[in-house]
């Protein structure tokens, strides 16, 4: 039976995140807990660790948590304390817990080793910090920040944790544990406290928002709105916002950004097919470029690392991206969404399409209703997929709903492959057609409970 979390994220819209995010770990340790259940975690779901006075921490606190806390929880990359005397043990556990599996994710996505985080010994710690509210009101709500000692948020509560993708908190989470790392890899443990200035600000927001699973800009009319701003002069295009006096806040600018770096990653006929790991090779060669005094260091490292697929792998440069963001966008954007469709018995009654590998959710299509009764046209997200990989692709009816309950009735799995040529979820193989047929697929009755 798929965990509740899949279900409820088809029925919002769709959130893109970085493929292979926080939830192949959570399906790889299922059984560890209930944690892996998308439920607050319990004393059966923590992370191995130790409580602690703050006499014992082997990291210097950030300044939020310095003299506010006598206990803390430490993990093996982390130690997390408290703002004040609200959160508990177990907030403290919960956290770590989070932390951990977020920075796994991180790791195996950007490949990024533990002495490039912690040292060779083990032993330079994260420091998170917990707290309620901000008492010189320069963060408040729902948000944090990241240090090279550690990473703040206002987060204090083990229920505002889970390991499922769309948990807000998790997501700020992992979004400030990617600055953390960013800084410590552009600086070196050794260096002082830094706050990452030298990386473009679009490139580090956008990273770190893709990263975490945050929202992507993927809505076509939202995505042409934005770029025709940019060329009416009104809005600036995402990689030219280089420094945090360039960033102006606005509904989605993040969104923006991460959208900006999404294409750097993305093997598709109009993406700059670099790979992921990249993402983390640029902080090491702008460390690099710091330390050998070049005038501009973000600028030399981007066009050292990256390159621009479609000109048959010539360099791409900051400067190159920023002139034709709007020209190269629009086509990616064009390219963004692939046909399918689904027919065969009760097919008029499929309500979703998702698209899943080794038992995590990749992506949930929309169904497109156009009249017809015996066959249902689809939509998914084609960046989201690589050619080169079979996927379980899942069709799911919603049976009934009552009371908080629904009755769910779901096909597959059936195989399918992207075709960026033919602009297609394919069946069948490479190369097969466009429908797929669950007149004889294997069907699975399930409760879920909202």
């Known amino acids: 039976m798929f965990k509740k979390n899949v279900l409820l994220a088809l029925c919002s819209s769709v959130a893109l995140a970085a493929c ?29 660790g130790q409580l602690i006075t703050a006499s014992e921490a082997l990291r210097a606190r950030v300044d939020e948590c310095i003299d506010t806390s006598n206990v803390g ?45 912690v040292g060779t010994q083990g032993k330079e710690l994260i420091s998170v910090c917990l707290r309620t509210e901000d008492p010189n009101n320069s963060f408040t709500g729902h948000s944090g920040t990241g240090f090279k000692d550690g990473l703040v ?51 580090s927001e956008g990273l770190a928002q893709l990263i975490a699973g945050q929202e992507v800009s993927t809505n076509a009319t939202e995505i042409d709105a934005y770029l025709a701003a940019i060329t009416a002069g009104t809005e600036t295009a995402a990689p030219a916002i280089r420094t945090h006096q360039d960033h102006v806040d606005s509904n989605g600018r993040y969104r ?39 005038t501009d260091p ?52 499929v309500d979703m399409v998702f698209v899943m590998e080794e038992g995590v959710e990749l992506l949930a299509g929309r169904m497109k209703a156009d009249g017809d009764v015996s066959s249902q046209n689809f939509e ?24 908080g309950t629904m009755e769910v009735e779901y096909y597959g799995p059936l195989k399918g492959y992207a075709s960026y040529e033919a602009h297609a979820l394919q069946a069948n193989g490479p190369g097969g057609g466009t429908t797929f047929d669950i007149t004889n697929a294997k069907v699975t009755k399930a409760t879920v409970e909202d």
Do not use: C
């Open 20 to 48: 292979g995010g926080g939830g192949s770990d959570s399906s790889s340790d299922k059984s560890d807990g209930p944690l892996y259940e998308d439920e607050t975690p319990t004393t059966t779901g923590y992370t191995d």
């Open 73 to 117: 929880f430490r993990s093996t990359h982390f130690e997390v304390f408290s703002i004040d005397d609200a959160s508990t043990n177990e907030d403290l556990k919960a956290a770590a817990t989070v932390a951990e599996a977020g920075l796994k994710s991180i790791q195996e996505m950007l490949v990024v080793h533990d002495d490039e985080i």
């Open 153 to 203: 948020i206002n987060a204090p509560r083990a229920g505002d944790f889970s390991l499922d993708l769309e948990n807000s908190t998790s997501q700020l989470l992992r979004h400030e544990l990617v600055h953390v790392i960013q800084i410590r890899i552009v600086y070196g443990l050794e260096a002082g406290t830094h706050g990452g200035f030298d990386t473009d600000k679009w490139y």
């Open 256 to 294: 923006d950004y991460a959208l900006a770096v999404h294409y750097l990653f993305t093997p598709s006929k109009y993406g700059a097919n670099n790979p992921l790991s990249d993402g983390a090779e640029l902080w090491r060669k702008l460390g690099e470029e710091i330390d050998f005094g070049a």
């Open 298 to 349: 973000f600028a030399s490292a981007f066009s050292k690392v990256f390159v621009n697929d479609r000109q048959k792998l010539t360099p791409l440069t900051q400067q190159q991206y920023s002139t034709n963001f709007v020209s190269w966008m629009t086509e990616f954007r064009t390219d963004a969404w692939a046909d399918g469709n689904v027919t065969g018995t009760n097919a008029q009654n």
């Open 380 to 403: 998914v997200l084609l960046t989201r997929l690589d050619p080169s990989k079979a996927y379980d692709v899942y069709f799911l009816d919603v049976v009934s709903e009552s009371g």
